[in-house]
């Protein structure tokens, strides 16, 4: 299976996850700005959330929150300022969080742990 074809299946499981265990609504899925791209932005209780998808098919190249490192975060700050502005608001007025899901994709369901306010 190609890379894109397994991070999207990532993206689904996790989606699905979200909404069924979180009750978050799902705004948004692969949002792509100038710089750079975010999987899912949502919203819960007052608060964007942008959320980064990290899936693995086998433990071989760690764990996959451990890919999720400082200029991927950095990253995704600043796509997330960039949707905000985008939609009208000021970054430094709304709440904003950052979460991570890790998807672990073997034989058998897969595992989703869920990392809110991982940054």
Request: hydrophobic fraction near 40%; include cysteine.
């Amino acid at each position: 299976m190609e890379e894109i074809r397994k991070g999207q299946k990532g993206e689904q499981i996790a989606r699905r996850w979200i909404e069924k265990h979180l009750k978050m609504k799902v705004l948004e899925t692969n949002f792509r700005s100038p710089f750079g791209e975010v999987d899912l932005i949502g919203w819960d209780n007052g608060s964007f959330v942008f959320v980064e998808v990290k899936t693995r098919f086998s433990a071989f190249c760690g764990l996959p929150e451990e890919a999720v490192d400082d200029r991927k975060k950095r990253r995704i700050r600043r796509v997330a300022e960039f949707y905000l502005m985008q939609k009208g608001c000021n970054p430094d007025e709304v709440s904003i969080r950052f979460d991570v899901v890790a998807v672990q994709v073997g034989k058998g369901k897969p595992e989703v742990v869920y990392y809110k306010e991982a940054f």
